[in-house]
């Protein structure tokens, strides 16, 4: 009989009182006030601010993670939104001077040395580039940046389509893209990608904006450009965007023919003298999609059973999960697009929102993000809110990482054996065709901050560039060019999160290396996996890494490894 309980409560508190919570700036004021003028006559001293500045943050982390939560699951609550902009817009630029200052006050102290403890060594560095990079006047732009941003969910949480009578999300009108029916296919691309062109002007003024504003960010900070402000802003300690344009070179080089030649594949499988954007998705053996799930309760229940197979720990995450009515995973009218895994600093356990209609993807969705939560359980009692707080490049490790690891249980979703074959070939191709991807998101945001003062003529011209480095040479584009043009708006990253996509491309390889330690030894594969993410944010991305038993490395040469373990894989298939 399990002892795991049904539901975790929240740490008890040391400086706020059980029953505050978050209403307005000046109900908060105090607290920030107190922090910054108290006395630290030693080390003892100082370290107890850290915690109680901790607390602070983590409750405040926790309350906005929430109001987000809330807006994004329906768009159209007006008092949702409301509630998420006067955090952004009331809260938040008024802790920020706060924030500076008390970065200060801890790093100027005499005794800080003296704190040895785990992981003060990288929260620290942390706190000094926040000093370096803060400025006072950057506060109303990035709350005008993160008022903005909202726009992107609104309107494409707003996209719908007509079929068979029937009004269709876009993530729904995407799975009828897995049918057998070429017509049907063709048509429903059509009708997608239509809707899509309808909002190509806002979301290009949208995006001209953002961009105005963060090159204005950037250079009140004094950077040349956004990029390199965002570079130290994300914390990138252990690479630079020289080390990116390598890791560019590389996919082109050593992931792109392989791509090409899977597609070729795909082509001849197909029978078709021309392979079109509406083929991609569909089973090149003709059969009908896979479904590995019916409805969101059906999909929680399997993928509950596949993690508790992996590792009993792992399953019942989900369940306190399920309990706590912590996932809202179905698409429906409205929704946010996308999917993340929330962390809530406070109490530990996170909230996963997704678009799942009955796909694989969606089946994988939720591993990535059931990923993502499991690492949000296993930092959990970490000292300080920094400490749990990891970069995304170990963060996507944890999620990417549980894809390959739960390949061996995918029974639960597959009883026939040749649909487990076929739901395994496609997701190992599928980790194929992600690492393109990124390098194409991420060489296109290097462009547009390098070059913020670009027209959209300029834009659409060099998107077309980089994406034509990084696609495979067999798909039939023709007249399609104003689709291809703006297939860049689909990628809610460029809006909402910029910069925020090589971690991918980085975890994807720290995964396929996890995984190929898993299939040698089960047992020390999955326990380094555990290690490497219970030590958060207290070790530098290299040594997180190195716990797992991986290289933090993305050299031609690493990338060509891995992928021949891929392609090895996919043979036995």
């Known amino acids: 009989m399990s002892t795991t309980p049904a539901k975790l409560e929240r740490p008890a508190r040391r400086y706020l009182s059980e029953d505050f919570s978050v209403t307005t700036w000046e109900a908060l004021e105090p607290f920030f006030q107190e922090l910054e003028g108290r006395e630290l006559p030693d080390a003892d001293a100082l370290r107890r601010w850290f915690q109680d500045r901790s607390e602070l943050e983590s409750v405040l982390s926790e309350d906005m993670a929430w109001r987000y939560i809330r807006m994004t699951t329906d768009t159209a609550d007006e008092e949702a ?28 102290h005499p005794n800080l040395e003296e704190i040895k403890a785990e992981g003060y060594a990288i929260m620290l560095r942390g706190m000094r580039k926040d000093v370096e990079i803060f400025r006072e006047e950057n506060i109303p732009l990035q709350t005008e940046i993160q008022t903005e941003t909202q726009k992107y969910g609104q309107l494409t949480g707003a996209m719908t389509v007509e079929h068979d009578g029937q009004e269709l999300t876009l993530q729904q009108a995407g799975v009828l ?5 070429r017509a049907l296919r063709e048509e429903v691309y059509h009708k997608i990608q239509g809707r899509r062109i309808q909002d190509k002007e806002p979301l290009d003024e949208l995006y001209n904006k953002l961009i105005g504003l963060r090159h204005q960010v950037a250079q009140n900070a004094g950077f040349t450009n956004f990029r390199d402000y ?19 070179e590389a996919i082109a080089e050593e992931v792109v023919p392989l791509f090409s030649d899977l597609m070729n594949m795909r082509k001849e499988a197909l029978d078709l003298d021309s392979l079109r954007p509406w083929d991609k ?9 896979l479904k590995p799930f019916e ?7 399997k993928t509950t059973t596949v993690f508790r197979k992996l590792n009993p720990y792992l399953g019942e995450r989900l369940e306190i999960m399920r309990n706590m009515e912590h996932l809202d995973l179905v698409s429906r009218k409205g929704k946010s697009p996308g999917g993340y ?10 909230f996963i929102f997704m678009n799942a209609t009955s796909t694989v993807r969606d089946m994988v969705t939720l591993l990535h993000e059931g990923g993502h939560a499991v690492h949000s359980f296993l930092v959990r009692e ?7 707080s990891t970069p995304s490049e170990v963060a996507e490790l944890a999620s990417m990482s549980m894809e390959l690891l739960t390949m061996d249980y995918w029974d639960e979703y597959f009883a026939d054996e040749e649909e487990l074959r076929r739901a395994k070939r496609n997701h190992l191709e599928d980790l194929i065709f992600t690492l393109p991807w990124v390098a194409t998101i991420d060489q296109f945001q290097h462009w547009i901050y390098e070059n913020p003062d670009h027209t959209v003529e300029e834009r659409l011209e060099n998107w077309n560039r980089i994406f034509d480095r990084f696609a495979d040479q067999a ?34 390889l720290g995964a396929v290396a996890v995984w190929k330690n898993y299939k040698e030894n089960p047992e020390k594969g999955l326990q380094g996996y555990l290690d490497a993410l219970k030590l958060g944010y207290t070790k530098s991305i290299p040594e997180v890494y190195a716990a797992a038993g991986i290289k933090f490395d993305f050299s031609r040469e690493y990338i060509r490894e891995l992928m021949q373990f891929v392609r090895q894989e996919l043979a036995k298939l």
């Not at 895994?341 to 996170?350: A, C, D, H, W």
Request: charged share 25%; aromatic share 16%; proline share 8%.
């Open 295 to 301: 409805g969101g309760e059906d999909l929680l229940t």
């Open 230 to 248: 965002m570079f130290t802003a994300m914390g990138r300690f252990d690479y630079t965007p020289e080390d990116a344009f390598a890791f560019h």
């Open 382 to 388: 970490l000292e300080l809110v920094d400490f749990k």
């Open 81 to 108: 939104t409301a509630r998420y902009n006067e955090f952004v817009q009331q809260i938040s630029p008024n802790m920020a001077p706060y924030g500076d200052r008390l970065n200060r006050k801890g790093l100027d």
């Open 475 to 508: 798909t039939d584009w023709s007249d399609l060019q104003e689709h291809k043009d703006y297939l860049w708006q689909k990628q809610l990253h460029l809006y909402q999160v910029p910069f925020y996509y090589i971690e991918y491309g980085f975890a994807q």
């Open 341 to 350: 895994n929330y962390p809530l600093m406070e109490i530990g356990v996170p």
């Open 281 to 289: 998705a569909v089973d090149p053996s003709g059969k009908p999609p």
């Open 177 to 181: 893209l897995q049918r057998t029916d």
